[in-house]
């Protein structure tokens, strides 16, 4: 709509501004819709786009009305048009107001007029919560031929469904039950029946959270127990339940909070929508014209000369297959991943391990068997890895005693790396913690098996198996125990980077000699700047280009670079 060409025709109509007395004329057009407001509105060409290009395909005039605030009222301001909250100008009595203001004044002129009043429109709808089936809460409603619908009587609540009723796609068995069916009406005492209705299961799962944080009694739905646990502090969901879940949810705590039931307005302190899970989709269409659907492991794919896959063949007959790209895994579409084949090829570990890794929790996920390959081999790099230095956990380390550079150098990136990983934990972004514990691992690879690295090897594995064992845990158990740290690894404290660890004691300078890159040097963390100077002007790679000239002043940028000035 926002993007479609816009049509319209003058309609030869014009229309009184209740507020100007000016002649508006009256256009129609292709998109206004006919649900906004009484599907007519005042077009303001000057201040939407959509009404902007309408007005610049007809001629039609644009007149400015709002400008930036900080623009003089004789001024034209920004460029139209402009959509932002400034102040009104050409608007007579209202120059100058800002948005609220104006929209308060016009409010009341309209309504001294007896033309209009401020009106807060919700986009709520009904919602229709009964479901013509046997699962669900039963609607607590008993039909009268004398009373008409009579509700249920607090003393009689809950309606207990019967629980031996089998489904057998006929429609709601409860129709059958005959004793379910039939009661007497609470209010004439004569024979009536129940409601065999039952509630949306979204009428149950929008206020469980809350009744789980009670105790539990039959007298009310919450009690003030609630009021310790709630709000929920994380929600996490999927697309589907952002929409409607959540909604039902915020619907139901406000209910409640009216009610005087609970003290919370809003349910969830936080929400974090995760994407969904993509994996390839083959299909063939049959005689009769239907689809059948094939799974990924039925078919061998076809790829084009650059390794793209362009098509596909059937495994069982060697037909082909219509390959149509990569979708949301669904058992219609057959091209779900079981996890339990993958969990007996891989282990669990390479499963939760992938999944993390490939993508952030908010976005898609594109299934990779050679994503899963590549997690199994990361995997098998650590525990290898860590089976040479079993019962390192048992050994006293003293890390306060002076380390070489290369400890020093390890340590210092272990710690940095867990630095950004604990932050990124508190973002979600379990994918670059999985990054993180990978740079960890190639670091410990490159300089943990010195003898003189020992003692930061062993805080470094400590370390790296606190950080993966949320996403692996078993791995992280077993060699937790097997290299001697402890019984339970869930039973330590979670690593935290220390500061000390974190320092440099020498810097890189990069040198350069009239704004030129010459080359670099290694200072001491706490060099004084003349010595500095002093140094990078004694450098060969600055020498060099001293020749027949003197320099004129050397200019340092702590922790970064020295530009040597000659001339």
Not at 515 to 529: A, Q, Y
Request: include cysteine; charge should be negative.
């Amino acid at each position: 709509m926002a993007t479609m060409e816009k049509e319209g025709m003058d309609t030869g109509f014009s229309v009184t501004h209740p507020l100007t007395g000016a002649q508006v004329p009256v256009w129609v057009a292709n998109y206004v819709l006919m649900s906004y407001g009484e599907g007519a509105v005042m077009a303001v060409p000057a201040h939407d786009e959509r009404d902007f290009a309408f007005a610049g395909k007809y001629a039609l005039p644009i007149r400015q009305s709002i400008v930036e605030k900080e623009t003089p009222l004789s001024a034209s301001g920004a460029p139209l048009p402009y959509l932002e909250h400034g102040v009104c100008v050409n608007s007579g009595k209202y120059d100058g107001l800002d948005y609220a203001s104006a929209v308060d004044a016009i409010a009341a002129d309209l309504a001294a007029l007896g033309l209009g009043e401020k009106k807060t429109q919700w986009r709520l709808r009904d919602w229709g919560v009964s479901r013509q089936r046997y699962w669900g809460c039963p609607i607590p409603i008993i039909h009268c031929e004398t009373c008409g619908d009579v509700p249920v009587p607090d003393d009689q609540l809950p309606v207990v469904l019967p629980e031996d009723c089998v489904p057998d796609g006929s429609g709601n068995p409860l129709n059958k039950r005959e004793d379910f069916l039939a009661c007497s009406c609470p209010r004439c005492g004569n024979a009536a029946r129940r409601e065999t209705d039952t509630m949306d299961t979204f009428v149950d799962s929008s206020w469980y959270y809350a009744r789980y944080a009670s105790r539990f009694g039959n007298d009310a739905m919450v009690d003030a127990e609630t009021g310790y646990w709630m709000p929920v502090d994380q929600y996490i969901g999927g697309i589907e339940h952002a929409i409607l879940h959540l909604l039902y949810s915020r619907f139901w705590s406000k209910v409640m909070h009216g009610l005087g039931l609970v003290d919370y307005d809003e349910p969830f302190a936080n929400l974090l929508t995760q994407g969904m899970v993509l994996n390839h989709i083959f299909s063939r269409r049959t005689d009769k014209g239907g689809i059948e659907y094939f799974a990924p492991e039925e078919v061998e794919l076809v790829h084009d000369e650059g390794g793209k896959v362009i098509g596909a063949k059937s495994l069982a007959d060697g037909q082909p297959v219509d390959f149509q790209g990569m979708g949301t895994m669904s058992k219609s579409k057959r091209n779900g991943v079981d996890p339990q084949s993958l969990i007996e090829q891989y282990g669990a570990d390479t499963a939760r391990l992938f999944m993390m890794f490939a993508a952030p929790p908010e976005q898609t996920l594109e299934w990779s068997d050679s994503g899963v390959e590549g997690s199994h081999r990361f995997l098998r790099r650590v525990w290898a890895f860590a089976s040479e230095f079993e019962g390192i956990g048992r050994e006293s380390a003293d890390l306060s005693a002076d380390l070489c550079n290369e400890a020093k150098n390890l340590r210092r990136e272990i710690h940095l790396t867990l630095k950004q990983a604990n932050y990124d934990l508190t973002r979600f972004q379990f994918n670059t913690v999985v990054s993180a514990a990978m740079k960890m691992q190639n670091a410990l690879e490159k300089s943990g098996r010195e003898p003189a690295n020992r003692a930061v090897t062993r805080e470094a594995l400590s370390i790296l198996l606190r950080l993966l064992s949320p996403i692996t845990p078993h791995i992280c158990h077993a060699l937790w125990s097997e290299l001697g740290y402890g019984d339970d690894i869930l039973a330590v404290s979670w690593p935290e980077p220390l500061d000390a660890a974190m320092v440099q004691d020498e810097l890189e300078l990069v040198i350069q000699v009239n704004g030129k890159l010459r080359g670099s040097m290694t200072v001491p963390r706490d060099m004084e700047r003349a010595a500095i100077e002093t140094l990078a002007v004694e450098q060969p790679c600055v020498q060099k280009h001293l020749e027949g000239v003197s320099v004129r002043k050397v200019i340092v940028v702590p922790g970064k670079l020295v530009n040597v000035v000659a001339g």
